[in-house]
């Protein structure tokens, strides 16, 4: 079962109606596979989750989803170029040591990227720090000493992040602190976001047909 967090996560029904029926999807750091278990029931994707957390493959595999240990910073050689039409990283970017290397990685694996990530940039965020302590909210619901987060970058930082690898950002929404779309005009999102959501497509190479929006 879904616990009510999972249900009403925005950000991932967001990601499901970005995909496609039938696509075969990858998702890196898929949790309890939540995600996974209602694209492969509800579009046909075919699906694979990566979790290192064994109380979190439990999950993902009583609802049916497959799912490796695999270590996100050094294994992700083990999946070939091109073998999968979308891979997801959700809210797990800022947790890995490499983000640069596993956004190429990413790339190489599928011509499309769906990428969401807390904003360290978000306003409440700034206000805290001013105040002399680190941020904590519902999109960084973690103490200092016992965050799982090793980069803290904001929105701005991410996308200057994609422009060097060459990445093109093909879709972009907000979350507000509430984790619902922000009503806050796109163009803030650098101060006004508690989370982004992104859709990439490498710019080096030619989208596929099969994968145009």
């Given at each position: 079962?879904?616990?009510?967090?999972?249900r009403?996560?925005?950000?991932?029904g967001?990601?499901?109606?970005w995909?496609?029926?039938?696509?075969?999807?990858l998702d890196?750091?898929?949790?309890?596979?939540?995600l996974?278990?209602d694209l492969?029931?509800?579009?046909?994707c075919?699906?694979?989750?990566?979790?290192?957390?064994?109380?979190?493959?439990?999950?993902?595999m009583?609802?049916?989803?497959?799912?490796?240990?695999?270590?996100i910073?050094?294994?992700?050689?083990?999946?070939?170029?091109?073998?999968y039409?979308?891979?997801?990283?959700?809210?797990?970017?800022?947790?890995?040591?490499?983000?640069?290397?596993?956004?190429?990685?990413?790339?190489?694996?599928?011509?499309?990227?769906?990428?969401s990530m807390?904003?360290?940039?978000y306003w409440?965020?700034?206000l805290?720090?001013?105040?002399?302590h680190?941020?904590?909210?519902?999109?960084l619901?973690y103490?200092?000493?016992?965050?799982?987060n090793?980069?803290?970058?904001?929105s701005?930082?991410?996308?200057?992040l994609?422009?060097?690898?060459?990445?093109?950002?093909?879709?972009c929404?907000?979350?507000?602190?509430?984790?619902?779309?922000?009503?806050?005009?796109?163009?803030?999102?650098?101060?006004?976001?508690?989370?982004?959501?992104?859709e990439?497509?490498?710019?080096r190479?030619?989208?596929?047909?099969a994968?145009?929006?």
């Amino acid at each position: 079962m879904s616990t009510r967090a999972e249900r009403t996560r925005v950000d991932l029904g967001l990601i499901r109606s970005w995909i496609k029926p039938q696509a075969r999807v990858l998702d890196l750091g898929c949790g309890p596979g939540t995600l996974l278990a209602d694209l492969a029931t509800h579009k046909g994707c075919t699906v694979q989750g990566v979790e290192m957390d064994l109380a979190s493959q439990v999950k993902a595999m009583a609802r049916g989803v497959p799912v490796i240990g695999v270590d996100i910073d050094k294994q992700l050689d083990l999946f070939a170029d091109a073998s999968y039409d979308v891979v997801i990283m959700s809210r797990t970017l800022q947790a890995v040591r490499y983000p640069g290397v596993v956004l190429r990685h990413m790339m190489r694996i599928a011509p499309i990227a769906v990428v969401s990530m807390p904003n360290f940039g978000y306003w409440r965020n700034r206000l805290r720090l001013l105040g002399g302590h680190a941020p904590v909210s519902k999109d960084l619901p973690y103490q200092w000493h016992d965050s799982p987060n090793v980069h803290f970058g904001s929105s701005r930082d991410l996308e200057d992040l994609f422009d060097q690898i060459g990445l093109s950002i093909l879709k972009c929404v907000a979350l507000g602190a509430d984790g619902h779309i922000s009503r806050a005009p796109i163009r803030s999102r650098n101060w006004s976001a508690g989370a982004v959501v992104y859709e990439l497509a490498d710019q080096r190479q030619p989208l596929p047909s099969a994968g145009r929006r």
